[in-house]
């Protein structure tokens, strides 16, 4: 009744002719045009918090090769329901280093097929379900405590305010059916070049080429539109929503640039072979959707079949494009190689190199050891810089850089285990006691480093983005408390490792030193917690994320001793002394 209400509302029949309210149709429009865009918003927020890590772990995982990546990709998509989205988290992936724009590549192909999986499900008439699907999904959120079924009910709500936002859009424009200028105007888009452009541009500007499909299909339910000119503007939004991976960009690698200027090059390629064979196109979806005009009813085929056809018809574009185009991929990073030229500081790839690593020294254990302290020289200044930017997403946790950081933290595993093969190769040989000493002592250091590293991964990286998602922030003064202790504990650990490759035990014995300085910081902070402590729920989640923060630091400190005593159980074995021992304990 309401949906008939506002499209009576919207037109008004004299004597003369039609008059549109105009007012009331561009509200009803731009109005259901911001319901839709909403409803996405929402349905991939929960899609996101309920499938999420797994997603992610596909995209990092399956992209072993270019079928692989093609299916990952269309996959991921397919779930989430944005290429977008998709092709973001590809450019923040290949931007971290765990991908190659050659793995990338496969992957934003197959998310242009995944993304066609929307437009069939808005196709189907399924609007008389939308304020069913608004209320269940709001009830859940309302009355829901766990996070994964509050995001539950994001995803009902968010796909009825999609249906219902198409809905409105559709009341909207049917006074226009019998508007004889719009009418001209659409029959201009009979011409393929102004639906691929009014496509591309209206897609760039709201970011979503699957609003841009969902109009389209709005619009072709309305009799406003044939089947060509639904594909013409279906295919224009295809160029459109590369702008978005374009923009990805900004700030990032040149590897993550390239991966995007594949996707502009694969989706404009695919449009301009495509249009001279849209008529063959067209015929091939009707066939498909088993739909067959006669000319006494086109008008009525049209609203009722076109939809169908052309959520058919995009399908196919896609499909058969990643199906040719997918073998081309060298021929892409090619282009986007004289494009964008691989610089010399770029050729080692997205994994660290390891310097000082030389396998002839594996002969001789003594000199390969040496190697290895080389090795953790060189590797302490990106993990030195991890643990810098880590901890800054305690002031300002950014999910962006979080997935950045994510990623940095597998590459500085990768490393670890490239310095650990190398020295588990070179205790193969026989050794003197006094390598077999050095040699446990670091393969201690080595499992301490990852200790760390999993340290900072469960107690600052995971909490940051648990704060992102409930919204949450430290207080003013536990962030400067943090960063205070953050300072000591950083120094810890450089000290820690430069006591073991340059043999430092002032280095060691500084480490050690802190440990009053670092114990009563973590008094403040509880007394802090305690002072400010309120027994409602949100105080309750802040305390835990704080104390979890620190908690963290205080292991990273713990680690950081446990690497220097290697070294000062070194000098007093050699001194013979106890002095050394007591300050070790």
């Known amino acids: 009744m309401m949906f008939s209400d506002l499209s009576y509302s919207a037109q008004n029949l004299t004597d003369s002719g039609i008059n549109l309210d105009w007012f009331v149709m561009l509200m009803e429009l731009l109005g259901g045009l911001a319901l839709f865009l909403y409803g996405m918003e929402k349905m991939i927020k929960g899609l996101l918090v309920i499938a999420g890590d797994q997603m992610k772990s596909m995209l990092a995982k399956l992209t072993t090769n270019r079928v692989m990546g093609a299916l990952t990709g269309a996959g991921v998509t397919a779930v989430i329901q944005s290429s977008s989205v998709t092709s973001v988290l590809t450019v923040g992936f290949v931007s971290a280093g765990l991908m190659t724009a050659s793995q990338a590549a496969g992957v934003v192909m197959g998310a242009n097929l995944g993304t066609t999986v929307t437009a069939q499900i808005v196709a189907f008439k399924v609007t008389n379900f939308a304020l069913l699907l608004i209320a269940v999904g709001f009830s859940i959120q309302f009355l829901a405590k766990l996070r994964k079924k509050v995001a539950i009910g994001e995803l009902l709500m968010g796909f009825g305010l999609i249906f219902f936002g198409m809905n409105l859009m559709g009341e909207g424009m049917a006074p226009l059916r019998d ?66 991976a374009l923009l990805a960009t900004i700030g990032k690698s040149r590897e993550a640039l390239r991966t995007a200027l594949i996707h502009v090059q694969f989706n404009l390629l695919a449009v ?206 536990m962030q400067n408390l943090v960063g205070q202790l953050s300072s000591e504990v950083g120094r810890a650990m450089d000290n820690a490792l430069l006591s073991i490759y340059k043999q430092d035990s002032e280095a060691a014995l500084e480490v050690i030193a802190i440990k009053p300085t670092i114990d009563h910081l973590i008094q403040e902070a509880l007394a802090h917690q305690i002072r400010h402590f309120t027994p409602n729920e949100m105080r309750l989640k802040v305390f835990r994320y704080e104390m979890q923060f620190v908690d963290g630091l205080k292991q990273l400190h713990t680690l950081s001793k446990r690497i220097a005593r290697q070294q000062l159980s070194e000098i007093s074995k050699e001194s013979g002394s106890d002095s050394s021992s007591k300050v070790i304990s």
Do not use: C
């Open 179 to 244: 508007y004889e200028p719009f009418l001209t105007l659409i029959r201009e888009l009979q011409n393929p070049f102004w639906g691929i452009f009014i496509g591309m541009v209206f897609t760039a500007l709201i970011q979503s080429s699957s609003a841009t499909i969902a109009i389209v299909i709005v619009m072709a339910s309305n009799g406003f539109l044939t089947l060509p000119a639904g594909i013409a503007l279906a295919m224009g939004a295809n160029i459109g929503t590369t702008i978005t």
């Open 272 to 477: 301009l072979i495509w249009l001279p064979f849209i008529p063959e196109l067209s015929q091939l979806s009707i066939w498909i959707s088993a739909h067959d005009y006669a000319d006494n009813e086109v008008m009525m085929l049209l609203a009722e079949n076109t939809p169908r056809e052309i959520a058919n018809a995009n399908t196919l574009f896609n499909l058969i494009s990643l199906v040719v185009f997918l073998p081309a991929i060298p021929l892409f990073l090619w282009v986007v190689n004289k494009l964008v030229p691989v610089l010399a500081e770029e050729k080692g790839g997205g994994e660290f190199k390891a310097e000082f690593l030389d396998e002839s020294l594996l002969s001789d254990p003594s000199l390969a050891m040496k190697a290895v302290k080389l090795e953790l020289e060189h590797y302490q200044k990106p993990l030195d810089l991890f643990y810098k930017r880590s901890l800054a997403q305690i002031a300002s946790p950014n999910m962006d850089k979080l997935s950045r950081e994510d990623l940095m933290i597998r590459r500085l595993r990768a490393y670890q285990e490239k310095i650990l093969s190398y020295l588990g190769r070179a205790g193969q040989v026989e050794m003197s006691a006094e390598e077999q000493h050095e040699h446990f002592k670091l393969m201690n250091v080595l499992n301490n480093l990852e200790s760390m590293l999993e340290s900072m991964q469960s107690n600052i990286l995971s909490v940051a983005h648990e704060m992102i998602e409930e919204d949450i922030k430290p207080s003013e003064t």
